[in-house]
T-cell receptor, first 112, second 116 residues
Framework: GESVGLHLPTLSVQEGDNSIINCAYS??????FIWYKQESGKGPQFIID?????DKRQGQRVTVLLNKTVKHLSLQIAATQPGDSAVYFC???????????FGTGTRLTVIP | DTGVSQDPRHKITKRGQNVTFRCDPI?????LYWYRQTLGQGPEFLTY????????KSRLLSDRFSAERPKGSFSTLEIQRTEQGDSAMYLC??????????????FGDGTRLSIL
């Protein structure tokens, strides 16, 4: 079946350090992946996306890596700040499908 | 702010009552989605519109749920005869739809429904 899962439910990092949040997916037909950040009481906020024809994409302080061989996705946040504390979700989209499949999320806590 | 807007932000109602939520998507987005999120879980897809046409419904969307997007702009989600299990955050998202390739879905801040 299809599943999007995260290796770690919680992650604590010191302010200024880099964070890496991992995600495994099982559907080899998925060709589009998104990372969202969700703060308490708010909806998921788009961070960065990547298509399956790429293995790396960079944004402002964030990098997403896609390893299709092992069906693994990661989000790297550089110089983590207290404002980065939130739950992070990866989501996948099968080719031709309209909906996103989400995992259960990783809670990132930044220690000042 | 021209993001996705949802109303109300919170709804508390008694079991058995009907509730209706509204979503205003980003103005140029032709695709609109409804998701449900329970505590500690990721959002789960409910239904999808392209313009005014409802093109896909999840098995989660029971007969008590109905969604509309009459003019291809705002959408409403109605739950009839609410049950305890309907308590959740109801999220709306919108995106631009192209024939080739996906575009990111942008979410509103949701309507939190509590059934007493």
């Amino acid at each position: 079946g299809e599943s999007v899962g995260l290796h770690l439910p919680t992650l604590s990092v010191q302010e200024g350090d880099n964070s890496i949040i991992n995600c495994a997916y099982s559907n080899s037909a998925s060709d589009y992946f998104i990372w969202y950040k969700q703060e308490s009481g708010k909806g998921p906020q788009f961070i960065i996306d990547i298509r399956s024809n790429m293995d790396k994409r960079q944004g402002q302080r964030v990098t997403v890596l896609l390893n299709k061989t092992v069906k693994h996705l990661s989000l790297q946040i550089a110089a983590t700040q207290p404002g980065d504390s939130a739950v992070y979700f990866c989501a996948e989209n099968k080719s031709g499908a309209n909906n996103l499949f989400f995992g259960t999320g990783t809670r990132l806590t930044v220690i000042p | 702010d021209t993001g996705v807007s949802q109303d109300p932000r919170h709804k508390i109602t008694k079991r058995g009552q009907n509730v209706t939520f509204r979503c205003d998507p980003i103005s140029e987005h032709n695709r609109l989605y409804w998701y449900r999120q329970t505590l500690g879980q990721g959002p789960e897809f409910l239904t999808y519109f392209q313009n005014e046409a409802q093109l896909e419904k999840s098995r989660l969307l029971s007969d008590r749920f109905s969604a509309e997007r009459p003019k291809g702009s705002f959408s409403t989600l109605e739950i009839q005869r609410t049950e305890q299990g309907d308590s959740a955050m109801y999220l709306c998202a919108s995106s631009l739809g192209f024939r080739d390739g996906n575009q990111p879905q942008h979410f509103g801040d949701g309507t939190r429904l509590s059934i007493l």
